[in-house]
Every structure is written in C-alpha cells, then in structure tokens.
C-alpha cells in the first residue's frame, strides 16, 4: 500500500506564508524502523491528515505499509535539515502501478511509461511556510531520483488542485502543469518535471 497519492502532499497550511530557506540544504536517508514511530506521528498530525484522506494511518498499518516488511516496490525516505527530521519523502516507478487509477490518469495525460513518481510530506507543522517543501522536492530530484535511477525520464505528482501549497513548491521546483484528472478525492493536478531539466541544472 502507498496511500492515496492524489492527497498524499502536505507541504504548508498557507502557501502565502512562504519564506526564503536561504542556503540551509535538505538531507536525505532512507527510512527505517526506528523512524516509525516519527511518521506515525506525522501522519496523525492535522496539517498533514487533511491530504491524506482515507488512508488507514493506525499503528498497524503504519508498521505494514511503511516497516521493513513492507514489499511495495516505492523507495522511502527521510529529509533533514541540521541533522533534524523535518519531512518524509518517496519515490517510485509509476509502471510498478499498472491498473492504479493515478498512474492510468498519467499515462492519458501524456507521461512516459518510464516516469517516476513521489510523494512527500513537511511533517512538522513548525517548519512550514518556510519554503522548505521546494528545497526538499528538488533536492531529492536531484540527489535520489537523477543519480540513483537512470532509466526514470520524468518526475511526476498529482496532489489535489485544492492544495495550492503543494503544487506551488513543485512549480517552484521546476515542474511544470501537464493537466488535471478526476479522483475519488476530487480534482488532482498533474505536475512534471523532465529529467533532462534536472541534468541541464545540475553542478
């Protein structure tokens, strides 16, 4: 289980609150057991329960859906900044998913069958609203997806067209608006990144 991607994307309760994160750089590890009870917490959180509607976000499922015996083929991971937890990011090849509604919804919109796609949260409600969600987004489009999977040609996300916080910080990431589609969760905006834009603006 990888959760209601269309909803899964709580980047900032106000996109107007947005601050410049100046030089300070995003971290990533991957996710382990012991972070557990941290995402659990996340995932209860208010801020982040409101794009995340219907997911089971219980103890148990917690433990199944996110541990270690977890056998969904996405890639978890932890961001930090100054060595603190601050968000919780994955990715993942979206034809891992066929038969899903979101991945079909892509694939009619135009996106390659060989498009990852991620999903991401700023889990603690102190540090949003300060630009935190973009610098997480594109670092790890540049430090995990480009150099860890050469064969992804596309970044793909989908959060609702309602939570403008999330598809801001992926605009302001570089992705670009490629269409919106119908979900059970309402009206989702597809975003794109290319990964040719990623390499043109790597060091």
Avoid at 34 to 56: A, I, S, T
Avoid at 107 to 124: C, K, M, N, Q, S
Avoid at 177 to 193: K, N, T
Wanted: glycine fraction near 10%; proline fraction near 5%.
């Amino acid at each position: 289980m990888r959760g209601n991607r269309e909803s899964a994307h709580a980047v900032s309760r106000d996109s107007n609150r947005e601050q410049d994160p100046g030089d300070v750089r995003v971290v990533f590890r991957r996710l382990t057991d012991d972070d557990l009870p941290l995402l659990y917490r996340w995932l209860n959180e208010p801020g982040v329960v409101r794009w995340w509607e219907g997911d089971d976000v219980t103890w148990p499922a917690v433990v199944r859906d996110y541990g270690s015996a977890s056998t969904d083929a996405a890639e978890r991971w932890l961001a930090l900044l100054e060595g603190r937890p601050i968000g919780w990011i994955q990715c993942y090849l979206a034809a891992h998913y066929v038969g899903e509604a979101e991945p079909e919804a892509w694939w009619g919109l135009g996106v390659d069958r060989t498009a990852a796609g991620i999903d991401y949260l700023i889990g603690e409600p102190t540090e949003r609203g300060k630009g935190l969600g973009t610098r997480m987004i594109g670092g790890f489009v540049q430090d995990v997806v480009v150099l860890r999977h050469p064969d992804w040609t596309q970044v793909c996300a989908s959060p609702v067209s309602a939570n403008v916080a999330s598809w801001r910080a992926l605009e302001k990431s570089g992705f670009t608006f490629r269409g919106e589609f119908a979900s059970e969760h309402g009206r989702c905006r597809l975003m794109v990144l290319e990964r040719a834009a990623i390499e043109r603006r790597s060091p």
